[in-house]
């Protein structure tokens, strides 16, 4: 029985002593668990972090580059904008005009636009009626393609449309192949070097509500025509461009047969361009005949800031080998137009200091056969020889009433002579009617930089006092951007 008892003891025991060693193993066992999901949880918090962070970063490149394509967007459609200068103007070219050199890359776009209203202060005939003219909006355009190869054209809509006398038409257009600082590549259609406002024409950068007449009667501005050349900077201030372009055109042909008189003469005169003036001859570059070929070249000088001065030339022969048909004594066919180069050279002036704005301008052109054109057509309407030139001064008064601002107020004088009957070949008559004085003053009003409104009173002074245009006030804005 003791025995017995001793046994069922030592059982317990042994029992019990197994099952602390089971509950312990046990122990282990969860506290290892408990480590590897704490090392879970760890990780998982780690890898959740980490995501909200790479979250948070697409979220950040997302908004940035919704902002970089916004801000192309804006830029291409509505471009920033600061007020154009002078000092923004590159090789002559209008400031706005010159603005493709200015971006780093892609699109660029400008314009101007300018109409007027005009009071004739005594109505003489019908053609001296008041009226009212939405003259010219323009658009430009550039594109840069590299940082050497650059195009620039101009889009000009004159008269408010195609209808009544309006045009759409291109002003220029051309590609600009960039090499050295002294020698560059220009083609296409080209503006005219010549003058000051045949390139610099853009409503805020002239003085008037009307270009100097010298500009439109001697050099027949605007004046564009298809070509190539070269321009440059030879020396720091020393521009040049020289262009070789299709010529203007005298005459075109008309080689209809005429009926011989008793004496067996006849003559079919050719349709005439050239006139008193050369505005009529301009091929403004479409299907522009081009069996003449002219050359224009010009040169400026600017040594110091807001001073420039310099000149430039045109020569090339009109006829483009137009014909008319003439009878001599019985002997009758189709005649060859007169080569009549053309020669038109200019010299130029202008300064700028505090306010103070002084140009002068001479031109002048020479006619070769205009003797012989005269008589087979010309009337003795077309001269040798004519000249013209003005000089203007404006200052700004505004520092004056306002102090330091942005706006201008700008009173301005012109003075211009024009012959255009300076000399006449052989026989034919120097018309006095061709002779003029003409009186400019005005003021020009700038509440913005780049707008401007104008008013100016025009005297024509005619040598033949028969044939005298009417005084005139003029009323104009402008701007551009």
């Known amino acids: 029985m003791v025995r017995m008892l001793a046994v069922a003891l030592a059982t317990l025991i042994c029992m019990g002593g197994t099952s602390q060693l089971a509950r312990a193993a046990d122990d282990d066992r969860i506290q290892q668990l408990e480590q590897q999901m704490l090392q879970m949880q760890q990780e998982l918090t780690a890898l959740k972090e980490e995501r909200q962070q790479e979250q948070e970063e697409a979220t950040r490149r997302t908004s940035l580059l919704a902002e970089e394509v916004e801000n192309l967007r804006t830029s291409l459609t509505v471009p920033d904008f600061e007020p154009l200068t002078m000092e923004d103007s590159v090789y002559g070219l209008g400031p706005a005009a010159s603005k493709i050199y200015g971006v780093e890359r892609g699109l660029s776009i400008g314009g101007y636009g300018e109409a007027f209203y005009r009071k004739d202060v005594s109505d003489k005939t019908r053609s001296d009626r008041d009226f009212t003219d939405n003259l010219r909006f323009v658009l430009y355009t550039g594109y840069k393609f590299t940082d050497r190869i650059i195009l620039n054209a101009e889009l000009e809509f004159e008269h408010a449309g195609t209808g009544a006398g309006g045009s759409v038409s291109v002003e220029f257009a051309y590609i600009d192949f960039l090499m050295w600082e002294w020698a560059n590549f220009r083609a296409g259609m080209l503006l005219a070097p010549l003058g000051i406002v045949n390139e610099l024409h853009e409503p805020v950068f002239f003085y008037g509500v009307e270009r100097p007449e010298v500009e439109r009667r001697i050099i027949p501005s605007t004046w564009r025509e298809n070509g190539i050349g070269i321009f440059g900077q030879l020396l720091p201030g020393l521009e040049y461009r020289i262009y070789g372009m299709n010529a203007l055109e005298g005459a075109s042909s008309n080689t209809a047969a005429c009926t011989p008189d008793e004496n067996g003469n006849c003559l079919t005169k050719p349709s005439f361009k050239l006139k008193e003036h050369f505005r009529s001859t301009r091929q403004k570059g479409g299907n522009a005949m081009a069996e003449d070929i002219a050359l224009a070249a010009r ?183």
């Not at 004056?400 to 009173?411: A, E, F, H, I, R």
């Not at 300076?422 to 930089?449: L, V």
Request: aromatic fraction near 14%; charged fraction near 25%; glycine fraction near 10%.
């Open 299 to 481: 040169l400026d000088y600017t040594p110091m800031l807001n001073l420039t001065f310099g000149g430039s030339v045109y020569t090339g022969k009109t006829s483009h080998d137009s014909q008319y048909y003439e009878c001599v004594d019985g002997e009758c066919g189709p005649v060859n137009v007169p080569g009549a180069r053309l020669t038109i050279w200019e010299l130029h002036g202008m300064y700028s200091w505090q306010g103070l704005d002084l140009r002068a301008l001479f031109a002048m052109s020479h006619l070769e056969d205009s003797d012989e054109l005269n008589r087979i057509g010309g009337g003795g309407k077309i001269a040798k020889e004519m000249y013209g030139f003005y000089t203007e001064a404006a200052y700004d008064i505004m520092p004056w009433l306002l102090g330091d601002t942005q706006q201008q107020l700008s009173p301005f004088f012109r003075f211009s002579l024009i012959d255009q009957h300076a000399d006449m070949a052989g026989d034919w008559e120097e018309q006095d009617r061709y002779e003029h004085n003409i009186w400019t003053t005005g003021i020009s009003y700038k509440p913005h930089p780049n707008v401007v409104l104008k008013v100016d009173y025009r005297n024509f002074d005619t040598e033949d006092n028969n044939h005298e245009r009417e005084d005139e006030v003029n009323f104009g804005i402008g701007f551009v951007f």
